[in-house]
Structures are given as C-alpha cells and as structure tokens.
C-alpha cells in the first residue's frame, strides 16, 4: 500500500510543475508591436524601384522596396522584425513596440513612388493594443499587438 500511494503523490506534483491553466505551457514566442498590411496602388515589380519608410513614436527607418516575395532590409531606429511583398502587391510588416507599449503609440508607414518624391501610400494612425498570450492563460509570455491595414 505504501508504494502506491508514494507513486500517487510523485505525480500529481510533478504534472503541474510548469504549467498554467489546465496544463503545461507551450513555448510559443511573441513580440509586442503593430502588425501593417498594405495594399499598394501600384504592381509589386515596381517596388524595389520605391523607398519604404517606418516610424514608431518618431523612431523610423528606411529602405528601397524588395522584389516581389523578397525580404525588405530597413535601417535606422525603429524596429521592423518583419517587412515583405506578395506578388499581389501587398505590403506586410511586424514594426516592434518595444518594451512599454501604449494604446495611442503612433506608427506611420510611408512609401515613396517610384523615381519621384510623391507619396503613394501613407498611414499614420494611433493604435489601441490587445493583449496576447499565445501559450495560453497563465503561460508567459504576454505580448500587446495591434493591426492596421489600409
């Protein structure tokens, strides 16, 4: 009798060890920021022929368009973990709100035609965060996203 009730009480610790909520937690990552998806009013093969520009709170970067289902390269101060086109012309970016995000932080995406110095396409908006926690309630980590598409 004594054997069975030292495994009993071996496995109930150890199967909440680690958890959250009903049972143990994913490793599933995530950061904070604003998720843009952009509908460019021009053919995603003149992209890598425009400038792509980023801010978050005043904190931009910048570069020249990739080619159609190709990575953009940014530089600067704002943090883009992600910045892609489709070859429908669709413009994805993951800008990073780093580690105090606020509902109201401002992002604005700007790309600039190509050959010139118009504006094809501007956002510039205000954001309202929710909150995310991929691996379920209880499981870190909590991350604050917002989405914008034009």
């Given at each position: ?9 071996l ?20 950061n904070s ?49 992600f ?11 993951h ?9 109201g ?37 909590i991350?604050?996203?917002a989405?914008?598409?034009?």
């Amino acid at each position: 009798m004594r054997s069975t009730w030292f495994g009993i009480l071996l496995v109930v610790p150890l199967t909440t060890i680690g958890g959250c909520g009903d049972g143990p937690c994913t490793r599933i990552g995530c950061n904070s920021g604003a998720k843009v998806t952009i509908k460019l009013p021009f053919p995603a093969s003149d992209l890598p022929r425009t400038t792509i520009t980023v801010c978050h709170n005043g904190k931009c970067s910048s570069g020249v368009g990739p080619e159609p289902d190709r990575m953009c390269q940014l530089q600067g101060e704002a943090r883009v973990g992600f910045c892609h086109i489709n070859a429908q012309s669709e413009l994805a970016l993951h800008i990073a709100a780093g580690e105090n995000p606020q509902d109201g932080d401002r992002y604005v995406v700007t790309v600039t035609q190509p050959g010139s110095s118009v504006i094809a396409v501007a956002v510039d908006q205000p954001v309202t965060y929710t909150r995310s926690q991929p691996n379920g309630p209880g499981c870190p980590p909590i991350c604050f996203i917002a989405s914008i598409t034009n």
